[in-house]
């Protein structure tokens, strides 16, 4: 069946407000713009164990912008912090769930800015480019399907008629309707049914291929509101309503790249969705 490009968002740094994008490559690590890739950076305590919304919901108010040089970052009330692409640090490890992933510092200022809007101790890293970090193999198969400090997988998709469907429960229970930003995908799809994506075998767009190989299960982060940083269980209690399974709180589908690496993708292009139904 026949589908379409909705929406690509690139989120340089993880946890933080992602960037909606009129088209970018799409790298064997995922969507990238230039040499920047999707979860390019990262947050860390003082533990280099990743900082994400789950514990400190404010991050979803910091803005991303890249620049020709730099990522801009900005806040409320913070003054703007430019990291230049070419700042160089010290490699460490930092900690993404099990994984103990390859980092380079981005230096005392940029330390400071986050320590300083999420009121606790914390470091900007940016994915060591030496460093090579693999999905796991129990859903990959014998793929390689390296990625940077995404949760897991390279991809995450999900569609507009499930948003539409999630915002329709919500709206019968007077809540406000909310937007795909909660769930921070990169690649999102029009013209299918609400959920049908759960059932995607592969995704074909102008000779990329796309694997999904697991159904996403969501944690508390779509409870937080982009536009505040405030956290509440509306949305989650609402999705897990309906959304429950064995395997979690289901929204979205991860993916890995298949084949084509390197190509483009654009808002607007057609994509050949199989399914598996």
Wanted: net charge negative; hydrophobic share 45%; aromatic share 8%.
């Amino acid at each position: 069946m026949n589908s379409r490009i909705a929406e690509l968002n690139l989120y340089p740094i993880k946890g933080c407000r992602g960037i909606s994008l009129p088209h970018a490559t799409l790298a064997a690590t995922g969507l990238a713009v230039g040499n920047i890739g999707d979860r390019e950076w990262l947050v860390v305590d003082v533990d280099h164990v990743f900082m994400s919304q789950r514990e400190y919901p404010r991050m979803a108010l910091i803005t991303t912008r890249l620049t020709s040089d730099s990522v801009r970052l900005q806040a409320p009330g913070m003054l703007t912090l430019e990291v230049p692409f070419a700042s160089e640090g010290e490699v460490v490890e930092a900690q993404v769930w099990s994984d103990r992933v390859a980092a380079v510092t981005q230096g005392e200022v940029a330390d400071a800015w986050f320590s300083n809007f999420l009121g606790a101790p914390a470091r900007l890293l940016r994915f060591d480019p030496e460093a090579r970090r693999l999905a796991s193999r129990q859903y990959t198969g014998s793929d390689e399907a390296p990625y940077k400090f995404a949760d897991a997988f390279a991809l995450l998709i999900a569609s507009t008629a499930s948003l539409a469907d999630l915002n329709a429960k919500l709206a019968a229970k007077n809540y406000a309707p909310i937007t795909m930003a909660r769930f921070r995908a990169n690649i999102v799809l029009d013209g299918l049914a609400a959920f049908e994506e759960d059932y995607a075998a592969s995704l074909r767009i102008n000779g990329i291929g796309i694997r999904p190989v697991k159904p996403c299960a969501r944690c508390s982060v779509p409870g937080v509101d982009p536009a505040t940083g405030i956290a509440a269980s509306e949305v989650p209690d609402i999705l897990a309503s309906f959304r429950r399974t064995g395997r979690g709180v289901l929204f979205g589908i991860n993916a890995i790249v298949a084949a084509g690496a390197g190509g483009e993708l654009r808002v607007g292009d057609q994509v050949e969705v199989e399914l598996t139904l």
